[in-house]
């Protein structure tokens, strides 16, 4: 059995000053359209999302690059519980691996956003 995490921090003022023009391209880059839907245009939401994103890239061992940012989704269900969807080459990263559950945790105040991702699997 193996175990990896991951965990970022963001401070929302970031994407709260960024230039309007640069601010949604940046959204439209980072998140999938249901994504976007679901969190709205809040810079608290926005950033816990993007915070998650980066954990997982980092439990997955390669960070964005290897894998593209709207191939990570997370959705929220009824509860409030982040759920997470592996699509494309986040998914075989994870297959390589042998990750198969994993749990997150997302949280923010005003002024950070922060998440943290575990992920279990078989060694490979």
Known sequence: MQLKTGVDL???????NLNPGIRQRFIERVF??????????????????FAAKEAVSKALGC??????WQEIVIHHLPSGEPTLFLYG???RQAELLG???WSISIS??????IAMVVALGESR
Do not use: F, W
Request: aromatic share 0%.
């Open 108 to 113: 923010h105040s005003k002024t950070h956003a």
């Open 32 to 49: 999938a359209p249901s994504e976007i839907a679901e969190l709205g245009d809040s810079n608290q939401r926005l950033s816990a999302g």
């Open 99 to 101: 990750l198969t559950q």
């Open 89 to 91: 080459n986040a998914a």
């Open 63 to 68: 960070g964005i690059g290897l894998v593209g």
């Open 10 to 16: 963001v401070e929302i003022d970031r994407l709260k």
